[in-house]
Every structure is written in structure tokens, then in C-alpha cells.
T-cell receptor, first 111, second 111 residues
């Protein structure tokens, strides 16, 4: 099936540093999502896009978070500065309308 | 605020048993409901969706939706050890296209 690529798969950084998570969605998908999942807990919505434009940001999307689409293809989620509570797996997903296709996630550990 | 609640939290059944998973959602203005399967260390994978009241069958999976009671259920027939995973209920809401996930049911199929 369609593949969504997330890099890196793991990232360990010190609190206060900046981190950039990358996601390459399915090429013809217009909808794009970022989710946060703390180990063993619920998948929590962060932000979604339609045709490259932000539709909604959740309360979890703190001022330290930013999202970009540098060249119109892949998306980035940047956290600056990072906090201990940012440790989680971050998933991206894309869809043409209904079915979400998820990447394998980036496991972020903030020390 | 959109809420999605799943029960039970975990379930252990013998191989070959019928499995029933439940999901309640908070708003009748929901657009579509999806069930996803998530294996450890992986992103969720879409299994089956439903939009209208009633039921839908695909292979060993049957999903039932009752919009009046804001309830949807997933039934897995002839369960296999490979069905062991976390099952997530996801609801798409009209307007902002936000997709909200439940906390999941951890299913274990004993050989």
C-alpha cells in the first residue's frame, strides 16, 4: 500500500535543544496530520493540513512547535526549545480523503 | 469537545473466539468512523470504516454503527494470534476534518 516515510526513527536530545522531525507523505494526498503518542497512551492530535495549509491546531500544539513544508513535498515538525514532556512517538499521516496512512513514527527522547 | 472512548481497555481470548470491541463518541455530527490496528513500534493501519447506520462486513471483520446511541463496535470472527494488537477507534468530524482517536483496546489472542 501507500508508504509514508518518517525520519529519523529515533532521536535523543538534551532538554532545551531544537529538534526537527521529517515526514514524506503519499505524493497525491491533500490531507496531512501530525499526532503525538506517549508510550502506552492515546494518539493525540497536534495539527492538520489541507492542500498545504493549516486547518486546525490542538491545545497540545504549543508555541514551541512549528510546522513547515520547505519545498512543497515533505513536512517538518520543529520543536524549539524542547521540554521533558515532549518525549513521545510522533506520527505523521496523510490521506486523499478518508483512510489515513501512517508513517512508522519518530521516537523522541528528551533528556 | 470531541471525545472517543473505547472499552474494554484490554482483552485476552483463546484462538478461534469471536472478539467484540466497543467505541462511544461524543458528537452525532461525526462524519465517519474508522478502526485501526496498531502493532508495537508501528504506525496504525486502517482496517475498516463505516459512515451510515447499520453494519458493514469485510472478511472476518464486521462493524456496527448506531448514531442515535453514539456507539460503534468491531467484531472479529475466528480470531488468530496475528490479530493480537491494539485496536483504535477513530472519528472524523465535519468541518475541521479533525480525526480523534480513542485510547485503544489491547487485544491478545492466546494460541
Amino acid at each position: 500500500g501507500p508508504k509514508v516515510l518518517q525520519i529519523p526513527s529515533h532521536q535523543i536530545i538534551d532538554m532545551g535543544q531544537m529538534v526537527t522531525l521529517n515526514c514524506d507523505p503519499v505524493s497525491n494526498h491533500l490531507y496531512f496530520y501530525w499526532y503525538k503518542q506517549i508510550l502506552g497512551q492515546q494518539m493525540e492530535f497536534l495539527v492538520n493540513f489541507y492542500n498545504g495549509k493549516v486547518m486546525e491546531k490542538s491545545k497540545l500544539f504549543k508555541d514551541q512547535f512549528s510546522v513547515e513544508r520547505p519545498d512543497g513535498s515533505y513536512f517538518t515538525l520543529k520543536i524549539q526549545p524542547t521540554a521533558l514532556e515532549d518525549s513521545a512517538v510522533y506520527f505523521c499521516a496523510s490521506s486523499s480523503r478518508e483512510t489515513l496512512y501512517f508513517g512508522s513514527g519518530t521516537r523522541l527522547t528528551v533528556l | 469537545q470531541e471525545k472517543v472512548q473505547q472499552s474494554p481497555e484490554s482483552l485476552i481470548v483463546p484462538e478461534g473466539a469471536m472478539v467484540s470491541l466497543n467505541c462511544s463518541f461524543s458528537d452525532s455530527a461525526s462524519q465517519s468512523i474508522w478502526w485501526y490496528q496498531q502493532h508495537p513500534g508501528k504506525g496504525p493501519k486502517a482496517l475498516i470504516s463505516i459512515f451510515s447506520n447499520g453494519n458493514k462486513k469485510e472478511g472476518r471483520l464486521t462493524v456496527y454503527l448506531n448514531r442515535a446511541s453514539l456507539h460503534v463496535s468491531l467484531h472479529i470472527k475466528d480470531s488468530q494470534p496475528s490479530d493480537s494488537a491494539v485496536y483504535l477507534c477513530a472519528v472524523r468530524y465535519y468541518g475541521n476534518e479533525k480525526i480523534t482517536f480513542g485510547a485503544g483496546t489491547k487485544l491478545t489472542i492466546k494460541p
